[in-house]
T-cell receptor, first 113, second 113 residues
Framework: DGGITQSPKYLFRKEGQNVTLSCEQN?????MYWYRQDPGQGLRLIYY???????QKGDIAEGYSVSREKKESFPLTVTSAQKNPTAFYLC????????????FGAGTRLSVL | GQQLNQSPQSMFIQEGEDVSMNCTSS?????WLWYKQDPGEGPVLLIA?????ELTSNGRLTAQFGITRKDSFLNISASIPSDVGIYFC?????????????FGKGITLSVRP
């Protein structure tokens, strides 16, 4: 089946630890995105990538890092510099220059121990 | 930056009732999208709109692209318990390579049996 796979579904981070959230898509989409969702805040863009080996900061990039070494993969690292990491993280992908529709994964819930 | 306004934050209706939601912007968008998010899952696209004045249906859902291109509306008819979730609007200006999708904060819909 074609789609976007996020893993793990639940993740726990200890103080001072970096954690990496996985996002893989087999839709052959050019663009990929990471959003953070907090209750009542909607979706806030962390980073996005329109092409392999290139990515741009979104509205709340501080404390996060990404890489785009392959078209199918766009992992997000939540670094120890992110002081309030507890949230629901969503990955999405879209065809660049197409319908503007973003397709989402099922999300990863990150909590701090 | 561009913002989309959705209010109220929560809506409570009785099963079988119709419900309307709107989404407004101070800027023009050339694509309007409506998504639904079930608890603990990623948003799923309900309806996509690409032309001012366009009216599109998907089962019991109907959405309209406002004539001014600064608003969109979603109607759900004869609500059922599985309509519970968060409904997001999203708009895209289609103004160039760096233009991005903007999301509203969402409306949480509860349906009383």
């Amino acid at each position: 089946d074609g789609g976007i796979t996020q893993s793990p579904k639940y993740l726990f981070r200890k103080e001072g630890q970096n954690v990496t959230l996985s996002c893989e898509q087999n839709l052959n989409h050019d663009a990929m995105y990471w959003y953070r969702q907090d209750p009542g805040q909607g979706l806030r863009l962390i980073y996005y990538s329109q092409i392999v080996n290139d990515f741009q900061k979104g509205d709340i990039a501080e404390g996060y890092s990404v890489s785009r070494e392959k078209k199918e993969s766009f992992p997000l690292t939540v670094t120890s510099a992110q002081k309030n990491p507890t949230a629901f993280y969503l990955c999405a992908s879209s065809i660049e220059g197409g319908s503007n529709i973003q397709y989402f994964g099922a999300g990863t819930r990150l909590s701090v121990l | 930056g561009q913002q989309l306004n959705q209010s109220p934050q929560s809506m409570f209706i009785q099963e079988g009732e119709d419900v309307s939601m709107n989404c407004t912007s101070s800027s023009i968008f050339n694509t309007w999208l409506w998504y639904k998010q079930d608890p603990g899952e990623g948003p799923v696209l309900l309806i996509a709109l690409y032309k001012a004045g366009e009216l599109t249906s998907n089962g019991r859902l109907t959405a309209q692209f406002g004539i001014t291109r600064k608003d969109s509306f979603l109607n759900i008819s004869a609500s059922i318990p599985s309509d519970v979730g968060i409904y997001f609007c999203a708009g895209h200006p289609n103004t160039g390579a760096n233009s991005k999708l903007t999301f509203g904060k969402g409306i949480t819909l509860s349906v009383r049996p």
